[in-house]
């Protein structure tokens, strides 16, 4: 029997439309994946490649024209077909307009709905390559978001070095997502079937580090009463990710580079060296070429670790990523806490993109996590943390002297009052005298 490829997501909160829709299309070959929520049906889409999704409109809790408008934001490339019992015009245009590509009704024969997949897969297929070029300004690469050059910069870099062992080394400052890009050099590539280990070499005391590492045989070191292997060991055939190499002890770093040599470790206390397989990916937010002066890191390890380099840029280089990742939080976190879409007004959208974000992208993540938490349907400036509201940009060239701002406010409030100099030093509760004083300085 041929077997089609195409994986199809049906969604509807009838467990019977359900079951009748797997029956047909199973009996064409279809791939099924049921649920029965949109919230169900967003982790399927979030997990799976899916080629088609048909949807019910009416459902409880979330409606499926929000899900259809999700997918269409975040799934662009996938094609939308709507079933639903209650056909009215509004409803057709509301999917139409977040583009459907087709639209059954309920009650439907088999013949219907069989035209109906056939016909929306068809024309999904004809669009391959517009889609092929949307892929390039694609909102997500696996949990990486954004659609900023910088960020398309480091996803063209993971697709080189995927489905290789090169190391790479990633930069970049706290909470840019340098853990983030390391798990999807891995999960993306050929060897996603085999570990991913992170090890934060600056959480794990120095004395330690190294049997955790590489492993020990017993009798290596008091309390070593049995053999044990390492991260290392742990990690064959996949990925480990160095964080904070920085903090790594000479020792340790002497081991490390014996690995990336001969592809081999030796545990503590072993005489013999085991082969290994291991793609090392390393990261920190401190600057090793200056440790690597005060002799605290080998340079020959450093170069080795480097095949590939990676600089992840601060949030505030990339503001223009700010309201997607605004957006695909909201949905995290409404879904999460609130079983609904959670949006936020204009204004205090606004406020985001003028802050500076020194703590990047986990920040942003806190911030909208919090805000969704406190508010009900919208999120507005009031549910912010209050320094958002009054950052000054650090790197803006506009900061003015005290006395600038202050003459341009006097003359302001002056203005309101119709020039009146009592009345604005009564709002200014300074004296007459002194606003004279002020904007004569
Ligand atoms: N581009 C992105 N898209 C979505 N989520 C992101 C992105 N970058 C970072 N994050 C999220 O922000 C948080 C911080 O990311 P991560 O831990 O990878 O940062 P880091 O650079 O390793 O930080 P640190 O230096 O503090 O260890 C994580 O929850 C991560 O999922
Ligand atoms: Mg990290």
């Excluded at 934001?73 to 056909?87: A, C, I």
């Excluded at 992170?198 to 049997?211: F, Q, R, S, T």
Aim: glycine share 4%; with cysteine; charged share 30%.
């Amino acid at each position: 029997m041929e077997l089609r490829k195409e994986n199809i997501l049906i969604v509807d909160d009838d467990v019977n439309i359900l079951e009748l829709l797997q029956r047909h299309l199973k009996s064409w070959n279809y791939h099924i994946f049921k649920a029965i929520s949109v919230k169900e049906a967003v982790t399927i889409l979030r997990d799976t490649k899916i080629d088609l999704l048909i949807t019910d409109l009416k459902m409880p809790e979330i409606d499926g024209s929000e899900l259809i408008k999700f997918a269409s934001e975040h799934y662009p490339n996938v094609p939308k077909l709507v079933v639903t019992g209650f056909p009215s015009v509004q409803d057709s245009l509301v999917a139409i307009k977040s583009g459907v590509v087709d639209y059954l009704n309920k009650p439907f024969t088999k013949t219907e709905l069989e035209a109906a997949i056939k016909k929306s897969i068809s024309q999904h297929d004809k669009s391959a390559q517009s889609q092929r070029d949307h892929l390039k300004k694609r909102e997500s690469y696996g949990e990486i978001i954004g659609t900023s050059d910088k960020i398309y910069e480091v996803i063209q870099i993971i697709e080189r070095v995927k489905d290789n062992r090169a190391t790479v080394f990633i930069k970049g400052e706290s909470g840019t997502g340098k853990e983030l890009v390391a798990r999807e050099i891995h999960y993306q590539g050929k060897f996603s079937r085999a570990p991913f280990i992170a090890v934060n070499c600056g959480a794990i005391p120095e004395n330690l580090l190294e049997a955790e590492l590489f492993g020990y045989v017993k009798g290596a070191f008091t309390g070593a009463d049995t053999n044990r292997e390492g991260f290392f060991q742990a990690a064959n055939g996949g990925t480990i990710f160095l964080d904070e190499i920085g903090n790594a002890s000479l020792a340790v770093q002497s081991r490390l580079l014996r690995v990336l040599q001969e592809k081999e470790v030796t545990k503590v206390g072993a005489t013999k060296a085991e082969k290994i397989e291991v793609r090392v990916v390393s990261a920190t937010n401190s600057d090793l070429r200056a440790l690597i002066t005060k002799q605290r890191f080998r340079e020959d390890l450093f170069y080795r670790l480097t095949v590939v380099e990676i600089g992840i840029a601060p949030l505030r280089e990339r503001k223009d990523d700010i309201e997607i990742l605004v957006d695909k939080f909201l949905f995290k976190y409404g879904i999460e806490y609130k079983d609904r879409f959670v949006k936020i007004d204009q204004e205090a959208l606004s406020v985001l993109k003028r802050y500076d974000w020194p703590g990047n992208i986990r920040e942003l993540e806190n911030v909208i996590q919090s805000a969704v938490i406190m508010s009900d349907k919208t999120i507005s400036v009031a549910h912010l943390p209050a320094h958002l509201k009054f950052n000054i940009s650090e790197h803006s060239a506009s900061l003015e002297p005290l006395k600038v701002v202050e003459k341009r406010y006097i003359e302001k409030v002056l203005r309101a009052t119709g020039n009146n100099k009592t009345k604005a030093a009564e709002i200014l509760q300074i004296d007459r005298k002194t606003i004279r004083q002020k904007l004569h300085d």
